[in-house]
């Protein structure tokens, strides 16, 4: 990491940084970093502006430099200028949805995130909340079965003496409401596959969605508020690949701000793809999403391939067994990464899975003419 010169924090300088409290004992700054425009400063940087929120990147300006003649002693302080630009690391989103994507999480809004498999919706929330500062919280909700599921769970344990017990065991959103009542640190809860879970049961989380913010705690009998600094943002897949789901009613699909996800361009695609394997060629990874992006705007096939699928392919290719991916390496691999996620087999032209062998076939004959 480079590092800053002190001439260059002259007053009225702006730069970007991310605050944490400032635990420093007698200190009238509530929040420091060391850090500005992701370089390290010669001096710590101190601010008590009320606006800055411990994690969130901000632009600030340089107010007033103690000491200037020492390179290490004093500090320099700031003052909040405006919010960061909305930047998300490693996903890609149409610039639309990510426009209302920014008005939601500033407004505080439930989102629901509808798209196929695939597409990076668990990679955005979690993306979102590093950005930001949140404190991520997965919850699966396949598992969710009754509508208690959501808050706590039964495990049933063998006492010292050989009878089993039942423990109540809370669950990562109970904990995470309880941890928000005495933290500031904003929470982003992920409700993953919302749809898999009976509608009955999904019945239990409509209080913390509407304007109640308040969920049952089943160990202790009670209600229990929900801070305003904890969102939540929900996915579901839907098409008829998916099985053991269930639809959203109305009144639940109206607590959320739903916003529409799909795959990545191929350009997109190939970019994020060479950020994860570096090592491989561009030229391989071109012809993978090639493929990938013929098999989901194909007709005879069920369902799109995932960025997991093109990933996991890149994977074995730019492993040393694979020798960076010569045709027939590509063709195995694909066979296996992409083939395989779909019914039937490969060899069979009347299943999906042989659907998309045909096309894998005709993408690489193609690509090496």
């Known amino acids: 990491m480079t590092r800053l010169a002190l001439d260059d924090l002259a007053p009225g300088r702006t730069f970007e940084a991310t605050f944490l409290e400032n635990d420093a004992p007698g200190s009238r700054f509530r929040w420091r970093t060391t850090q500005l425009d992701g370089r390290r400063t010669p001096k710590v940087v101190l601010s008590d502006d009320a606006r800055i929120q411990a994690g969130v990147p901000c632009v600030v300006r340089v107010v007033h430099v103690g000491k200037p003649e020492s390179d290490t ?12 630009a909305f930047r998300i ?35 955005l929330a979690r993306a979102v ?7 991520f919280v997965f919850f699966n909700c396949g598992a969710v079965v009754d509508a208690s599921d959501f808050f706590a769970t039964i495990q049933v344990r063998a006492s010292e003496s050989g009878a089993p017990v039942t423990d109540f065991v809370k669950t990562e959103i109970l904990e995470a409401v309880e941890r928000a009542a005495s933290s500031e640190r904003p929470v982003l809860v992920f409700l993953d596959e919302l749809n898999r879970c009976p509608e009955a049961a999904r019945n239990a989380l409509m209080p913390a969605l509407d304007s109640t913010r ?22 579901v897949n839907r098409g008829r690949q998916f099985s053991a789901t269930f ?4 009144a639940q699909l109206d607590r959320f701000a739903p916003l529409r996800m ?27 999403v090639l493929v990938a992006d013929a098999v989901r705007r194909s007709p005879e096939v069920g369902s799109g391939l995932s960025v997991r699928a093109t990933d996991e392919a890149c994977t074995y290719l730019a492993h040393p067994r694979f020798g960076g991916g010569t045709d027939d390496q590509i063709r195995d691999v694909l066979r ?34």
């Open 262 to 288: 799909g795959y990545p361009p191929p350009a997109e695609e190939v970019k994020i793809l060479k950020r994860r394997h570096a090592e491989l060629p561009t030229k391989v990874i071109e012809r993978v």
């Open 336 to 369: 296996t990464s992409f083939c395989l996620r779909f019914d039937g087999d490969a060899d069979d032209v009347t299943t999906d899975a042989g659907a998309v062998w045909t096309i894998v076939e005709q993408q690489l004959r193609v690509a090496t003419e």
């Open 129 to 135: 909340a590093t950005q930001l500062g949140m404190e």
């Open 214 to 235: 308040r969920v049952f705690h089943p160990i202790e009998n009670r209600f229990v508020a929900i801070p305003d600094h904890v969102q939540f943002v929900a996915a």
């Open 247 to 250: 639809g959203l009613d109305a």
């Open 89 to 123: 690391e490693g996903v890609w989103l149409d610039p639309s949805v990510a426009r209302k994507l920014e008005v939601l999480l500033e407004s505080g809004m439930n989102i629901l995130l509808d798209g196929p498999q695939g597409c990076g919706k668990t990679t």
């Open 73 to 84: 002693h004093g500090h320099v302080e700031v003052v909040w200028e405006r919010a960061a």
